[in-house]
């Protein structure tokens, strides 16, 4: 079975930091796109990020040149850095992968954490 699981997330202050983690676990032969999703009360799931197998990175308007997505191929895990962190950016975070396991490439999603930013 393939399983993610997040981690990272908690309160913290406007203007503070936090990194997310997200690994994933089981019968994996390969992971392609990895990326991050958040869905705050009253919204729908945005795009946050992505990153390709390759490197390749795409962000949301939104948190461009404050957060910065990585990956560990090594370890299948993926990554998220938040800086100067916003009261909008309040959200249950959560991971996805693309991964080719025992059944043809998939899609998977970790059950997510919560990002709180507020004074």
């Known amino acids: 079975q393939v399983q993610l699981v997040e981690s990272g997330g908690g309160l913290v202050q406007p203007g503070g930091s936090l990194r997310l983690s997200c690994a994933a676990s089981?019968?994996?032969?390969?992971?392609?796109?990895m990326g991050w999703y958040r869905q705050a009360p009253g919204k729908e799931r945005e795009l946050v990020a992505t990153?390709?197998?390759?490197?390749?990175?795409n962000y949301a308007d939104s948190v461009k040149e404050r957060f910065t997505i990585s990956r560990d191929n090594a370890r299948n895990m993926v990554y998220l850095q938040m800086n100067s962190l916003k009261p909008e950016d309040t959200a249950v975070y959560y991971c996805?992968?693309?991964?080719?396991?025992?059944?043809?490439?998939?899609?998977?999603w970790g059950s997510g954490t919560l990002v709180t930013v507020s004074s």
């Open positions: 990153i390709t197998r390759g490197g390749s990175t």
């Open positions: 996805k992968m693309n991964i080719w396991s025992s059944q043809p490439t998939m899609y998977y």
């Open positions: 089981g019968s994996i032969f390969r992971i392609d796109a």
